[in-house]
């Protein structure tokens, strides 16, 4: 069993930055791709970014290009989410997940979740 624990959202002016960090405990996850979604109130669970296995390949989306960077320490167990100038609509609840298998970037092919982590960003 994995357990994902996320933490350093918070409350931020647009502008600012945060650097959320998941640990993981149970078994390592250094063997699977990991990676960031969020979910804002009444929308989907959207993909941020994703990380392969040792790091090697990332996947941003567009509307984070530039402003975030996911990075993980195995020896850790641990996964990072930098977030630079952070806007308004990058308000949501942000969740670390661990991949099932391989490379994806889609929700549904990620099994293990963390409770989430409320990042808010005023204007």
């Known amino acids: 069993q994995v357990q994902l624990v996320e933490s350093g959202g918070g409350l931020v002016q647009a502008g600012g930055s945060l650097r959320l960090s998941c640990a993981a405990s149970g078994r390592t996850f250094s063997g699977y791709a990991l990676a960031w979604f969020r979910q804002a109130p009444g929308k989907e669970r959207d993909t941020v970014a994703a990380i392969s296995r040792n790091g090697g390949g990332t996947y941003y989306a567009d509307s984070v290009k530039g402003r975030f960077t996911i990075s993980r320490d195995n020896a850790k167990n641990t996964v990072y989410l930098q977030m630079n100038s952070l806007k308004p609509e990058d308000t949501a609840v942000y969740y670390c997940?661990?991949?099932?298998?391989?490379?994806?970037?889609?929700?549904?092919?990620?099994?293990?979740w963390g409770q989430g982590t409320q990042v808010t960003v005023s204007s």
């Open positions: 997940a661990r991949g099932r298998a391989g490379w994806g970037t889609r929700p549904d092919e990620y099994d293990y």
